[in-house]
């Protein structure tokens, strides 16, 4: 399979702000973990990082218009809790996506308790650092 793995705003920083929230890692190890994953397993990986909503929005109908992807696994950050574009893009293609997280969200904030992606989603793994990434990939290939 092929995954698109795409994280947005912030996740750039990640390794480097808050760290006792997200870890030391940076995006560039855990693209690379990711990588390697997937290529042990005979699978492929693409990755894509921007902080701009609109970005991603274009990202998600490329890989739809484009069928450059077997499953898509998204990092929104912050976007998760609000962005109807992110929502409404994620509907209108016919890719698997999975909701990921870093951190265990629901342990945080309250407003980041709340995902207006999920429920488009075919499932959420989060708190687990890059191991929710790991636990998206095996659970979009069995899907």
Known sequence: MKYLIINGVNLNLTGKREKSVYGTETLDDLNAKLAAYCKANGDEAAFYQSNIEGELVNKLHEAFLGKTCDAIVLNAGAFTHYSYALRDAIAAIDIPVAEVHISNVHA????????????????????????????????LKNC
């Open 108 to 139: 945080r904030e309250e407003f980041r308790k709340h995902s207006v992606l999920s429920e488009v989603c075919k499932g959420v793994v989060c708190g687990f650092g890059v191991g929710s990434y790991i636990a998206a990939i095996e659970g």
